[in-house]
T-cell receptor, first 112, second 111 residues
Framework: NAGVTQTPKFRILKIGQSMTLQCTQDMNHNYMYWYRQDPGMGLKLIYYSVGAGITDKGEVPNGYNVSRSTTEDFPLRLELAAPSQTSVYFC???????????FGPGTRLTVL | AQRVTQPEKLLSVFKGAPVELKCNYSYSGSPELFWYVQYSRQRLQLLLRHISRESIKGFTADLNKGETSFHLKKPFAQEEDSAMYYCALIYGSSNTGKLIFGQGTTLQVKP
């Protein structure tokens, strides 16, 4: 099993550009999550999904969108990149909300 | 509002010394707490959770509801314990529970 995979690993965007961060898991987990981690801070939940077709906002959803058309994939969309979105983004999945979350390797995004 | 606080950004100890990484939480419900760890160039992974009441890699953590703490302890630190440690609290219902993380503590074990 590859577990949770994320692409790209690194990306530099210009202000106002858009991009999609990809996340895929092969563990058949229903629950998937997107976090961002700013320097010196803990991870903050952006969006999460409890199954295909169902998504909901986390702590810091502004400026992001998600979709969940399949169990495996949970892409995160940035529509109009801003410097405040410079961060490391982690995707995670779990079998249930109160169970262990499995994390991807992260995507380091810089917006200039 | 729920909150997790790790007061130390960096904890530096010598090999063989005891380690205690502090974690305090604020939550009005019944807390479910975790410790996650990220070793250098590895993914964030679960170290232990309080309901398991188990010792992983020599680490233990006891939930103290009176002091709202969930400190992580190890009696004798090893160099391979050097990593970033995050305390996390899950809140919400069983269907929509969400994790909130502390800021993290870097543990540095010196030879």
């Amino acid at each position: 099993n590859a577990g949770v995979t994320q692409t790209p690993k690194f990306r530099i965007l210009k202000i106002g550009q858009s991009m999609t961060l990809q996340c895929t898991q092969d563990m058949n987990h229903n629950y998937m999550y997107w976090y961002r981690q700013d320097p010196g801070m803990g991870l903050k939940l952006i969006y999460y999904s409890v199954g295909a077709g169902i998504t909901d906002k986390g702590e810091v959803p502004n400026g992001y969108n998600v979709s969940r058309s399949t169990t495996e994939d949970f892409p995160l969309r940035l529509e109009l990149a801003a410097p405040s979105q410079t961060s490391v983004y982690f995707c995670a999945s779990s079998t249930r909300t109160y169970n262990e979350q499995f994390f991807g390797p992260g995507t380091r995004l810089t917006v200039l | 509002a729920q909150r997790v606080t790790q007061p130390e950004k960096l904890l530096s100890v010598f090999k063989g010394a005891p380690v205690e990484l502090k974690c305090n939480y604020s939550y009005s419900g019944s807390p479910e707490l975790f410790w996650y760890v990220q070793y250098s160039r590895q993914r964030l992974q679960l170290l232990l959770r309080h309901i398991s009441r188990e010792s992983i890699k020599g680490f233990t953590a006891d939930l103290n509801k009176g002091e709202t703490s969930f400190h992580l302890k190890k009696p004798f630190a090893q160099e391979e314990d050097s990593a970033m440690y995050y305390c996390a609290l899950i809140y919400g219902s069983s269907n929509t529970g969400k994790l909130i993380f502390g800021q993290g503590t870097t543990l540095q074990v010196k030879p």
